[in-house]
C-alpha cells in the first residue's frame, strides 16, 4: 500500500460538483484528493477569424494556479507579463482533448471557453482539468440545447484522463505531487468512453522503460479513466449521459 494508503491502482477519492457559479454556462468544481480545480466554461457567439464562415465552432482553453495553490506562494503569471511554458503545454492539451470529441460543425459557429484554475495543487492537475472541464462543457451545451440555439449535444464521447507513474517496476495510478517526484516513470493518459487514446505523455526520467512496463502503466491509466468516466456519468444524470452516449 502507498503512504496515503491505497491501493496501487486505486484513485483518490473524486468530487465533482456542478453549478458550482453562477454566471458560467457550464461550472464545475473538482477534486481527486487535495488537488481541487475550478473548471468554467463561457459561451461565445463567434469564432476565430480562420473558422468565419465554414459554419463550424471552436474549442479552447485557459489555464492557471493560483497564487497559494502550492506550500509557498507563486507570483501570477499575469503580473510577469507571460505565460509559463507549462501553462502554454497544459491548457493546449485541455483543448486538444475535448476538440478531439466534438462535433464542431454541430456546435455551430461559436467558441467554448474552458477556464481551469488551479486551487490547490498534489499532482496530476491536468487529468483533473480534463475530467473537469468535460463535465463543465457538457452542462455549457446541455444550456444551449434548452435555450433552442443548437439542435441536439454535439459531443461523440466521454473523455477523462489519469496520471500514472512507475517505481520500482510497480505501476501506481493516480499519482500525488509526492509520488511524482519519486517514481522513475511519468505518464498522463487522455481516454475516451470507448476506450480509445486521446494523448499519451510519458516520460522515463530516471530511466528508460520497456514495452511490457509500457502496457502495465496504459492498463492502469485505462482502469482509472473508466472509473472516472462512470463518475462522470453519475454526475451529469442518466439523460444528460443518454444525449452524449447516443
Known sequence: MREDGRLYDELRKIHIETDYT???????????????????????????PFL?????????????????????????????GRASGRTMEIQRLIGRALRSIMDLKTL?????????????????T??????????????????????????????????AAASVGL????????????????VSVDM???????????EVQGTGEHHPFDTD???ALLAYAKLGVDQLITKQKEVLGPELTELISG
Open 52 to 80: 468565419r464562415g465554414t459554419g463550424g465552432g471552436w474549442v479552447t482553453a485557459e489555464y492557471a494556479m493560483l497564487p497559494r495553490a502550492t506550500h509557498t506562494r507563486m507570483m501570477r503569471e499575469s503580473v510577469k
Open 108 to 124: 455551430g459557429e461559436r467558441t467554448l471557453w474552458i477556464d481551469c484554475d488551479v486551487l490547490q495543487a498534489d499532482g496530476g
Open 167 to 182: 517505481k520500482n517496476g510497480q505501476p501506481y495510478l493516480d499519482l500525488t505531487c509526492a509520488e511524482d517526484t519519486t
Open 22 to 48: 453562477n454566471y458560467a454556462e457550464g461550472s464545475v468544481y473538482i477534486a481527486f484528493g487535495a488537488t481541487r480545480l475550478l473548471c468554467n466554461v463561457s459561451v461565445e457567439e463567434r469564432v476565430p
Open 188 to 198: 498522463n493518459v487522455v481516454m475516451t468512453g470507448g476506450g480509445k487514446y486521446v
Open 126 to 159: 491536468r487529468a483533473v482539468a480534463i475530467t473537469g472541464a468535460f463535465v463543465a462543457v457538457a452542462n455549457a451545451l446541455a444550456t444551449l440545447l434548452k435555450k433552442k440555439a443548437i439542435k441536439k449535444i454535439p459531443l461523440q464521447d466521454f473523455i
Open 213 to 215: 512496463e509500457l502496457h
